[in-house]
């Protein structure tokens, strides 16, 4: 089913891009003072289109698309391009702005390339609705609300999509689908049943554990579409934000996480900027490890072993600012006066230049210049009995600068580093390209005031 719903996603991508070429012939032809473009123009056309609908609708699943939304947005980013055809071609011949011709420009766009997306996405509801496409998926309840929920959208009619592999409770025989396990099996049970959605139907004095469900699916590496009954978001009001409401009483929650396209832009500016800088930096990075050298015996660079995206663990490096075996007792957080840093070192902490490495793990994909501070394991395992939604946390890549870091700064003990939590919580919870801007002019302005230790 995973396969089918890749392939007709394919074909949408594909059309978008066809129908992005007819639209720029249809413009071209047949005004004689325009040149006939280059075959190569149309295939720089058609990869245009093709990542349009890729990276700007997220189309990898087009059975997650909704058509209002997508012709909503079509009807600016039409206009939009639109002016860049003008810019770019047009203009080159008559140089003149006419705003008739970027009218004519973007009704050919708006509705040639949006019919064809609007007729797909019409299939491709037809095709979930008549149950032709369905995605794996779970049901968490087990009681009277899990029983009416499974009913309803188990029934004949329109469909939205769900194929229930089994549901996560207590057993109960009034349910005719398998029972996987009870609530401590969730993360367990959707890596072996390979699920795709979750439905959330728990029994009202389960709300208590409610958060508790919700952390471990949205900490999850999987990308799951997470659904819950009107009465749990109730419960939820003022946490969670509201994203659509359907025939059926379920509510979607919203992924929590950056659009592909933003996600694509973040990762490139990580590149580009860790590269210029590390370059930029070579004068600065030689005085550096001179000054290292004669501060004190040892390594000029100094690695540890962080947790990263999704648990996994990577070496991150710093230039070294204590002394050789200043951990020979333990981990241990750095702080203000800290004996263990070399004179050399607390210059460096002060400033944060030991941290220029790090822009090396930027490079390698194990960091990004933005995202929550990666720790040890030794401290996790601390945090998570105090605040086991820190896994959430997890889901995005770790950071050089972070919210927590600039609006809390380092923390030097178990309780600092939960109150930082809250700030990289909000992070996560709200990411945007915007926020990461700020957070670098933030940090730019921290850089200055010497706050580091």
């Given at each position: 089913m995973k396969r089918i719903r890749q392939r007709d996603s394919l074909i949408y991508i594909l059309a978008s891009g066809l129908a992005f070429v007819?639209?720029?012939?249809?413009?071209?032809?047949?005004?004689?003072?325009?040149?006939?473009?280059?075959?190569?123009?149309?295939l720089l056309v058609f990869l245009l289109g093709s990542l349009d609908a890729f990276l700007l609708e997220n189309a990898q699943d087009i059975y997650r698309l909704s058509r209002m939304r997508v012709a909503w947005r079509?009807?600016?980013?039409?206009?939009?391009?639109?002016?860049?055809?003008?810019?770019m071609v047009d203009l080159k011949d008559s140089q003149v702005l006419d705003f008739g011709l970027w009218l004519n420009h973007w009704l050919a766009l708006l509705f040639a390339v949006g019919?064809?997306?609007?007729?797909?996405?019409?299939?491709?509801?037809?095709?979930?609705?008549?149950?032709?496409?369905?995605?794996?998926?779970?049901?968490?309840?087990?009681?009277p609300g899990a029983l009416g929920i499974l009913t309803r959208l188990s029934?004949?009619?329109?469909?939205?999509?769900?194929?229930?592999?089994?549901?996560?409770?207590?057993?109960?025989?009034?349910?005719?689908?398998?029972?996987?396990?009870?609530l401590h099996r969730i993360d367990e049970v959707i890596s072996k049943e390979d699920i795709e959605e979750v439905v959330i139907a728990p029994e009202s004095n389960q709300y208590g554990i409610l958060e508790d469900i919700l952390r471990q699916l949205r900490s999850s590496p999987r990308n799951l579409m997470i659904r819950l009954t009107p009465e749990s978001y109730d419960f939820l009001m003022g946490r969670v934000r509201l994203d659509a409401?359907?025939?059926?009483?379920?509510?979607?929650?919203?992924?929590?996480?950056?659009?592909?396209?933003?996600?694509?832009?973040?990762r490139a500016g990580d590149i580009l900027l860790s590269s210029i800088l590390l370059i930029l930096l070579i004068p600065l990075i030689l005085l550096i490890l001179i000054r290292v050298r004669l501060d004190s015996?040892?390594?000029l660079l100094y690695s540890q072993l962080r947790i990263g995206r999704y648990g996994r663990p990577f070496r991150i490096y710093k230039f070294r600012s204590m002394y050789s075996g200043a951990e020979k007792d333990g981990p241990q957080l750095s702080h203000d006066g800290d004996r263990r840093c070399t004179p050399w070192g607390a210059f460096m902490r002060k400033w944060?230049?030991?941290?220029?490495?790090?822009?090396?793990?930027?490079?390698?994909?194990?960091?990004?210049?933005?995202?929550?501070r990666p720790e040890r394991q030794y401290y996790i395992d601390q945090i998570m009995r105090e605040a086991p939604y820190y896994s959430r946390i997890l889901t995005v890549r770790p950071g050089i600068t972070s919210w927590g870091q600039v609006k809390y700064g380092y923390a030097s003990d178990l309780s600092q580093m939960l109150e930082r939590l809250r700030f990289d919580l909000i992070y996560v919870e709200n990411l945007s390209l915007q926020l990461d801007i700020k957070i670098i002019l933030y940090t730019i302005l921290v850089l200055f005031q010497g706050k580091g230790k």
């Open positions: 007819f639209a720029f012939t249809a413009i071209h032809y047949p005004p004689p003072t325009i040149h006939h473009p280059p075959p190569t123009t149309h079509w009807f600016f980013r039409s206009a939009f391009y639109a002016g860049v055809w003008i810019l019919l064809v997306k609007l007729a797909l996405l019409t299939w491709s509801s037809h095709r979930l609705k008549n149950k032709k496409v369905s995605y794996r998926s779970l049901l968490i309840g087990s009681g029934s004949p009619g329109p469909s939205m999509g769900q194929q229930f592999i089994g549901y996560i409770g207590n057993p109960s025989p009034d349910l005719p689908i398998p029972h996987l396990g009870h409401v359907y025939g059926t009483p379920l509510i979607e929650l919203p992924a929590g996480k950056l659009p592909l396209w933003q996600e694509v832009l973040k015996p040892g390594p944060r230049l030991d941290e220029i490495p790090q822009f090396i793990n930027v490079l390698r994909g194990e960091m990004s210049i933005v995202g929550p």
